[in-house]
């Protein structure tokens, strides 16, 4: 499946029981030798009883992460393609929240993605709370004062304002500052062009897969930062590499809505090899 070209493989963990190491996961995520993917999606029967479903996400690394807008999206329409939930809203558990689920009359999914939050630990970032932040990085050779706004959409993210979206170095400094010492887990980095109060331009770079097409919790932290510091309305057109995005978020107290298509691309069965010494 895929998100605005976020790409997804979805597994039923309800229908089809199974285990799968970090291994065997690198596997499935090679775009040569498995099927590739920006994130492997697992639906599985939720630990709490507030929740229809477990949201479970791993980069193509291996490594799991707590949260992903795009994947949630794809997320809903699977479940509701497949007979697995009879209708939305959906409310389904993930790492560190509860989102909420819904499938307009258009297609379009819109996901309840909870509050942001804003304090280092929530991300975590090692340092005094502040509106913005700043350090120097080195990438390409040369060290770049940068500025940057923190923001926990249940996942880390460290978001730049830009002038020229299209040149930023997106790769070089992306790689680099989510390897800062500042933050311990790592943090996606969005690189956001403001064009009006209205609309963005936004590109980023995510832990554990590098630049991707879409970033759903990355477009929330952007437009959040930018509405927290009174550069956007509370209403705005995200445009990404794979398409648009629609950001909703009515300040402090309230969750960020985000509205955005879902796609299946194919369905199809693979057959991994056993797990050494578990005999699965």
């Given amino acids: 499946m895929h998100g605005l070209g976020n790409d997804f493989v979805v597994i039923d963990l309800i229908s089809h029981p199974a285990s799968l190491s970090s291994e065997q996961i690198r596997e499935l995520g090679n775009r040569h030798r498995g099927i590739g993917f920006d994130q492997l999606l697992m639906i599985d029967a939720p630990n709490r009883p507030d929740a229809d479903f477990l949201y479970r996400i791993f980069n193509a690394d291996g490594s799991e992460v707590e949260h992903c807008g795009n994947g949630a999206r794809c997320f809903a329409k699977y479940v509701l393609d497949r007979g697995l939930i009879a209708n939305s809203p959906i409310h389904v558990e993930t790492a560190n929240r509860l989102l909420t689920l819904h499938r307009n009359t258009d297609g379009q999914v819109q996901v309840d993605m909870g509050e942001p939050e804003f304090t280092p630990a929530s991300l975590p970032l090692d340092a005094q709370q502040q509106d913005s932040y700043q350090t120097t990085v080195n990438a390409d050779g040369s060290d770049h004062l940068i500025e940057f706004y923190a923001v926990s959409m249940g996942n880390p993210h460290a978001v730049l304002v830009v002038s020229d979206c299209e040149n930023a170095p997106v790769k070089s400094l992306g790689a680099r500052i989510g390897k800062l010492p500042l933050f311990p887990q790592g943090v996606n980095v969005g690189f956001m062009e403001i064009q009006d109060r209205n609309h963005i331009r936004l590109r980023v770079f995510e832990r554990g897969a590098g630049e991707t097409e879409a970033c759903g919790t990355g477009a929330c932290a952007a437009v959040v930062a930018?509405?927290?510091?009174?550069?956007?309305?509370?209403?705005?057109?995200?445009?990404?590499?794979g398409g648009q995005l629609q950001i909703n978020w009515q300040g402090e107290g309230h969750p960020v809505l985000m509205t955005g298509p879902a796609a299946t691309v194919f369905e199809g069965h693979i057959t991994l090899p056993k797990r050494a010494g578990t005999g699965e």
Avoid: H, W
Wanted: avoid cysteine.
């Fill in 226 to 241: 930018g509405i927290k510091a009174g550069l956007l309305n509370n209403t705005v057109t995200a445009t990404l590499n």
